[in-house]
């Protein structure tokens, strides 16, 4: 296997008889300039004067047993020497591994067994392949795939000192591809077809090597210059690359020109980039004098019919009642600028539901309506799939945005500063791989950044290849707070960000996320276009979500961070600073403000320091809550009254006055700068901006005087965590944030989710939400079933007898229960625990019985990716999973990939969760108003997981035997979508399992 993943399904290889074309791998909204010239590099490269980039290079390409570096091995090496911008000589070889071939790598590279017979062994070959290449530079698509298993064999790190990684330069060169896999451009621009050998990959590659170095030379001038200049103290393999071609510009430049080429401006790129006229900014539907008309009933009743707009979208469409009667509801809180609350049962096709109505009445008023979705699956599949076919539906088309949060786009300003500032190491500390391979990473990512800054009017970072793991966020982006704005020298016209924002105020619809949407709430609306209708889908997730952007934390590593990022007179921003500075005019006032405002800062990153410490000696009062390594200490009356706790504010108070002190001489600073430079002077505010805000985090939550607020802190069990600690001030009511500054601004927000209504009341969202706060007259709760037979497809099972969950017996009765139901089912079980050490207590004692049935199964064990858990689980029909929190909802698994689910334990919050014990301190009964229907709540979302479609049956098992002997476990039952539970003993469910899988399949 190679370093790549498969080609994409559908696409039909170039070759004779079919025409190449670019334009299926061109990111939409590429500037026609752009897409001409990269319809023109594959003739243009046939012709291209190379020099030595066209000599004495060899292409290589591996295919291997598997991608893990320390289990599988090479089975093929194949390379190429370019001489003379041709290939010249060529190299192939099979490999001898230990063991056999994995069936789905034969089947994948078309290499047997019988192939790697009589092959020379991996140190021959490698040897062979030394030879062959004599110390030349190697190119390699995914360079560190092919050289660490090369390497990995003795003698591979003769093979040559200089490998360059062609992916890496591809998404340089070429940043307005939607893919960068070698086969999709080699297909697109016509070179030699790449299959999974390592043979044809090689002559993919020595192809596109050719349209790799063009597409770089159209980059703008100066900017290859400006690439291969920056951070010249790290060892990058692209630079020498970048640095030839930048001299070849400069000299052909000077050749036409008769001068040097001019220093590159991202901001006169940005401009002659972005277009004027970009679209109509849509009203305010609040600054309308004529009243908003909606579609009727009947248009909407028309549109849902077989012979309706939605009905010709399907090719077997039927009328869904439910789903026409949320049509209508959607339509008559338009129409009535009112409000809804819909609990839409799993395939009654909400999405469409909500949208046609919302688009109708968009383009009916000239305004912008908003869908805020909780999952990217979800933004994915409405962006993706129905508004576009909406819009090949509807007669006027449909103009729709994706607007994503701030960490998505390049900020320009971050950009300049990382090319010409220090590199944010400090960031990264403590990853696997080496300083210098992670440095290399972060100017790999800048390039990127740039090229598509240069070729794209507005976009995204997230197709962009950067390996986030190694490369900060915050070095590239920026947040809503930290946003410079009018400070910015980018501000508005060619900021990314401000002009997706631009872009959604033209169109019919905005698509974003809730963490979005609750910033712009929080920020006054400064974020999103002027949005006036909203649809809140996934909204059961709403109120959580507010809490989490609402909170107000002060961390001791973050902090940590930004002052060691912020430096001093030697180091970091202010030193940058001071050397950039220098040659101003007024330079020595400015030099001796610097002086001093470092000397302040240096004062309060101290006492900051000091704080935290402080701030460990709390743990003696803490009681319980956490994890492993960690304490959560609710700070209630009783704490702030401790000697411990007058200790920690005295030293904050102290923090407070040099915090203060430092933002003062920073300001201060930052205006004289600005008079000479403004640039310099964003940078310096930019870079500081972290101290007033770490100043209010302390007073708010050491002061503890906002009552709106629950305060606690996270502090750590051991001791080389001290100093990490963190205060945590987070809103206790969030619905009457929404329901007092949010929802009056609002004419119509419909909030609609599969899992809302506790029983048949949706008292709990309402409040959460703050819909109760508004009169009676302005909202509705409408709940409709699904068109899904969850009486028949769905058992629910209630192990009547377990010991309960406190009992010293319980894990035990656990563990044979899940292992009757495991044998029962024959595997494709989702067990959902609440706690970390019960579910890997029932999984050491579990694995084994059932390793012994044949049935594999896994466990959510710490650090393990979530994502691969689901495709090693969804591969596998008899393999079961034992997983947390994060499986309870958003996981889909159809069909008999999951024909089980089970819950040990009923989801309540813990009593030691700061915000149920400040709850309980300040209302009666909270355990009952909030507790209780969010456990209910959650466990509506793990049975969503069982059945995802109409044809899918399984079995929930529900082992805690508190829905028998308490009389709150009818409102569980009740809840759910069949509400038909059968009661059985321990010992009689897995007979039970039996006949109703009988029955069933």
């Not at 070698?182 to 790449?194: E, I, N, P």
């Not at 020109?257 to 305010?284: I, N, Y």
């Not at 625990?833 to 019985?849: H, I, K, S, W």
């Amino acid at each position: 296997m190679s370093g790549e993943t498969p080609p994409s399904e559908g696409r039909q290889p170039s070759g004779p008889g079919t025409t190449p074309s670019v334009d299926v791998l061109l990111l939409p909204g590429t500037p026609p300039s752009v897409a001409t010239r990269y319809r023109s590099l594959a003739e243009r490269a046939k012709h291209a004067e190379l020099g030595l980039l066209g000599e004495d290079f060899v292409v290589l390409d591996t295919e291997t047993t598997g991608l893990s570096f320390r289990d599988c091995e090479l089975i093929e090496i194949a390379a190429a020497r370019i001489r003379g911008g041709v290939v010249e000589e060529r190299f192939q070889t099979f490999v001898h591994p230990m063991g056999p071939i994995p069936p789905e790598i034969s089947a994948l590279t078309h290499i047997s067994d019988l192939d790697v017979t009589d092959a020379p062994s991996a140190v021959d070959a490698v040897a062979a392949l030394s030879e062959f290449v004599a110390g030349d530079p190697v190119l390699a698509h995914n360079a560190t795939f092919d050289r660490t298993f090369v390497e990995s064999v003795p003698g591979g790190r003769d093979v040559s000192d200089n490998w360059i990684d062609t992916l890496a330069l591809s998404r340089i060169a070429l940043p307005r591809l939607s893919s960068h896999r070698l086969a999709d451009m080699a297909r697109a621009f016509g070179c030699d077809s790449a299959t999974h050998r390592a043979t044809a990959d090689v002559e993919a590659l020595a192809g596109m090597w050719r349209i790799m170095l063009v597409a770089l030379m159209d980059l703008p001038s100066g900017l290859l210059d400006l690439l291969s200049t920056m951070h010249e103290e790290v060892d990058w393999q692209l630079r020498p690359i970048l640095s030839y071609l930048a001299h070849e510009a400069a000299d052909e430049g000077a050749s036409e020109r008769g001068a040097e080429v001019a220093p590159f401006s991202l901001k006169l790129a940005r401009r002659g980039l972005v277009s004027e006229g970009q679209g109509h900014v849509r009203d305010d539907a609040a600054e309308k004098d004529e009243p908003l008309s909606a579609p009727t009933r009947l248009e909407v009743e028309e549109a849902f019919s077989a012979d309706g707009i939605v009905g010709s979208l399907y090719a077997h469409f039927e009328v869904r009642p439910d789903q026409v009667q949320m049509a209508r509801e959607v339509r008559d809180a338009l129409a009535s600028s009112t409000h809804r609350s819909i609990e839409a049962g799993t395939g009654v096709g909400k999405s469409m539901a909500y949208l046609l109505p919302e688009v109708l009445f968009a383009q009916r008023n000239d305004l912008t309506v908003g869908i805020a979705t909780k999952t990217n699956a979800l933004t994915d599949q409405l962006v993706t799939h129905e508004l576009p076919i909406l819009d090949s539906a509807l007669p006027q088309g449909l103009r729709f945005t994706s607007l994503k949060g701030y960490e998505h786009y390049p900020c320009l300003h971050r950009l300049e500063r990382a090319a010409l500032g220090e590199l944010p190491t400090v960031l990264v500390e403590g990853e696997s791989r080496s300083l210098a391979a992670m440095e290399a990473d972060m100017l790999t990512a800048i390039a990127v950044t740039y090229a598509f800054c240069c070729q794209s009017p507005e976009g995204d970072l997230d197709a962009l290849g950067i390996r986030w793991r190694y490369v900060p966020r915050m070095m590239l982006t920026t947040t809503p707070a930290e946003c410079l704005r009018g400070s910015c020298p980018y501000y508005p016209n060619e900021c990314l960000v401000h002009g997706a924002r631009r872009r959604a105020a033209c169109s019919d619809v905005v698509v974003t996320n809730h963490s979005l949407l609750l910033r712009d709430v929080e920020m006054d609306g400064r974020i999103l276009p002027p949005v006036r209708h909203w649809v809140v889908d996934e909204a059961h997730a709403f109120e959580a979500e507010a809490r989490r952007q609402w909170a107000v934390e002060v961390s001791g590593d973050e902090a940590r961070q930004a002052f060691e990022l912020l430096g001093g007179t030697k180091s970091g921003a202010l030193h940058n600073l001071m050397v950039q500075t220098a040659g101003l005019e007024g330079a020595a006032l400015i030099q001796r403000l610097l002086t001093k405002a470092a000397a302040a800062v240096a004062r309060a990153a101290a006492s900051t320091s000091d704080l935290f410490l402080a701030l460990h000696s709390l743990g003696c009062l803490a009681s319980g809550g956490g994890g492993y390594e960690s304490t959560t200490l609710w700070i209630d009356g009783g704490v702030r009254l401790t000697p411990e706790w007058d200790a920690l504010s005295e030293v904050a108070h102290v923090a407070l006055a040099r915090l203060e002190e430092a933002s003062k001489d920073m300001d201060e600073t930052a205006e004289k700068i600005s008079e000479s430079s403004p640039q310099l002077g964003a940078n310096l505010i930019e870079a500081g901006g972290f101290l007033h805000a770490l100043h209010d985090g302390i007073d708010l939550i050491v002061s503890g005087e906002d009552e709106s607020y629950v305060y606690s802190a996270q502090l750590s069990r051991r001791r080389r965590d001290i100093g990490s600690e963190r205060l945590l001030a987070e809103k206790i009511d969030v619905g009457a944030d929404l329901g007092s500054r949010w929802l009056p601004e609002m004419m119509s927000v419909v909030f609609a989710s599969a899992t809302m209504a506790v029983g048949e009341s949706f008292e709990h969202f309402d409040h959460s939400v703050g819909l109760d706060l508004l009169g009676g007259s302005l909202h509705k709760d409408v709940r409709l079933s699904s068109s899904f037979d969850y009486r028949d497809n769905m058992a629910v099972i209630v192990a009547q007898d377990m010991p309960q969950p406190n009992d010293p017996r319980y894990l035990s009765a656990l563990e044979d229960l899940l292992f009757d139901v495991h044998r029962s089912m024959g595997g494709s079980v989702l067990t959902l625990f609440t706690n970390r050490r019960d579910m890997e207590r029932v999984y050491a004692g579990l694995q084994p019985r059932l390793s012994q049935l044949g049935l594999p199964v896994i466990c959510q064990e710490r650090g393990s990716s979530a994502r691969r858990l689901r495709e090693r689980f969804m591969a596998d029909r008899s393999c079961s999973l034992l997983a947390l929190r994060s499986f309870w909802e958003g996981f889909d698994s159809p069909g008999d990939t999951l024909r089980c689910v089970v819950i040990p334990k009923l989801p309540f919050a813990s009593p030691c969760d700061p915000l149920v014990r400040e709850r309980e301190l300040r209302e009666e009964r909270a355990w009952w108003r909030h507790s209780l229907p969010e456990a209910v709540i959650s466990v509506k979302q793990a049975a969503g997981r069982l059945i995802r479609s109409s044809s899918d049956a399984g079995v929930l098992v529900l082992a805690d035997s508190r829905l028998v002997s308490k009389r709150y476990g009818r409102q569980f039952t009740s809840s759910l979508p069949n509400p038909d539970c059968t009661r059985l003993k321990r010992s009689n469910v897995s007979r039970y399992i039996g006949l109703w899988r009988s029955s069933h399949e």
